[in-house]
C-alpha cells in the first residue's frame, strides 16, 4: 500500500524560499510518477510539478524559474523546493503518486495522495 507523508510547510513572507518533502513507503517510488499538487481556498486542485521515472520533469507556467521537484533515492524522499514565494502560492501542497504510470506524468490522474501540508505566503 503506497503510503505518502508530506513535511515542511509554513508560512513565509513574499520572496522568500520554502522546502516541502514527501516520504514515500509502501512501494518502489523511484520507478513510476511522482508529482506536487496544490490547491488554493476555492479554486481547483493545480498540479505544480510532475517528475517522471526517467527524471524528467514538468512544471506549471505559473512556477517555473521559481520551483523545483526532484528526489532522493536513498531515503524514498520527493522535494519541492520554492523559491521567490508569492501570496498567489498560498495553498495546501499534496505530494501525489501514479503507480501505473513511469512518463509523462503531466498527462496522468495521479492515484495516491498525502494529506497535504499548508504553504501561506504573505505580501
Known amino acids: 500500500q503506497v503510503q505518502l507523508e508530506e513535511f515542511g510547510g509554513g508560512s513565509v513572507q513574499a520572496g522568500g524560499s520554502l522546502e516541502l518533502s514527501c516520504a514515500a513507503s509502501g512501494y518502489a517510488y523511484r520507478n513510476y510518477c511522482m508529482a506536487w499538487f496544490r490547491q488554493a481556498p476555492g479554486k481547483e486542485r493545480e498540479g505544480v510539478a510532475f517528475l517522471d521515472a526517467d527524471g524528467q520533469t514538468t512544471y506549471a507556467d505559473s512556477v517555473k524559474g521559481r520551483f523545483t521537484i526532484s528526489k532522493d533515492d536513498a531515503f524514498n524522499t520527493l522535494t519541492l523546493r520554492m523559491h521567490s514565494l508569492e501570496p498567489e502560492d498560498t495553498a495546501m501542497y499534496y505530494c501525489?503518486?501514479?503507480?501505473?504510470?513511469?512518463?509523462?506524468?503531466?498527462?496522468?490522474?495521479?492515484?495516491?495522495w498525502g494529506r497535504g501540508t499548508q504553504v501561506s505566503i504573505s505580501s
Open positions: 501525489a503518486a501514479n503507480t501505473d504510470r513511469k512518463l509523462r506524468c503531466q498527462r496522468y490522474e495521479h492515484t495516491s
